[in-house]
């Protein structure tokens, strides 16, 4: 099987949120709109946060999306593996959303991060980055958003709460990665979450800055995933970065 693979020169961008009701006028039937839990399915007031579909091999689907995402304003991730959701209706997550937005300094420093006294520095300029495809991708979703890290608020995303971290606090995080290191997120699953990056400092102390961030954000994929903190540095060096709440 030939690998394929996605570039992203920085961190992809959409002018405005997509509507996906326009899903079918970019030929995208089928599958499944998935509704925050405390609304009605049947409730024609009610709005869908996603689109989810399966298939046999999606990676020509992703790269189309991804390359459309700029006007479409519908981002495509991945929804299988890293402990991922089998059932797309069923097992994700919802809840309402009434927290307010914050940025990235203040949702780490209220969940266990008080020690730190400045976010890391960002790498300028963000080079490209490829994100190889090796895999049939068997399961998307789709999520109206702006830019890739908007996902977990708008989906209301609950993956993270034995932290008490909401979609919106996981959002605060992700912009600011995305902002200072290219990072994207390509994968979400029911607890779990993974980004490429593009960089991360090359001035040891900025890295181990971007470390800290990285643990206070989610230590549980260091201490009881990844169980090395050696081979998580080499992760979060090459730009694998990946997220487990227990």
């Not at 309402?96 to 976010?119: C, M, N, Q, T, W």
């Not at 895999?135 to 999520?143: D, F, G, H, M, W």
Request: proline residues 7%.
């Amino acid at each position: 099987m030939t690998d394929q693979f996605v570039t992203f020169a920085g961190a992809p961008r959409a002018k405005a949120p997509g509507h996906l009701s326009k899903l079918a006028g970019l030929g995208l039937t089928g599958g499944e709109l998935l509704m925050p839990e405390e609304q009605d399915p049947t409730d024609p007031g009610g709005s869908p946060v996603a689109w989810a579909t399966t298939g046999t091999d999606l990676r020509l689907l992703y790269q189309r999306l991804i390359a459309a995402f700029p006007r479409t304003g519908l981002w495509p991730v991945l929804a299988s593996g890293l402990g991922g959701i089998d059932r797309l209706g069923t097992n994700v997550r919802l809840a309402s959303r009434d927290e307010p937005d914050g940025d990235a300094f203040a949702v780490l420093k209220r969940y266990g991060g008080e020690h730190i006294s400045a976010l890391a520095p960002g790498v300028d300029p963000i080079p490209a980055v490829d994100l190889r495809l090796c895999q049939p991708i068997r399961s998307l979703l789709v999520v109206p958003v702006a830019r890739p890290a908007d996902v977990p608020a708008t989906l209301r995303w609950l993956g993270a709460c034995n932290r008490f971290m909401t979609g919106d606090d996981i959002s605060a995080v992700l912009r600011s990665w995305e902002d200072r290191y290219g990072a994207v997120l390509v994968e979400i699953g029911a607890t779990t979450m993974r980004m490429v990056a593009a960089a991360v400092p090359d001035n040891p102390e900025d890295f181990e800055a971007l470390l800290v961030e990285h643990y206070v954000f989610d230590y549980d994929v260091v201490d009881q995933i990844i169980m090395s903190e050696e081979r998580h540095r080499e992760l979060v060096k090459r730009g694998q970065w990946e997220f487990w709440w227990d």
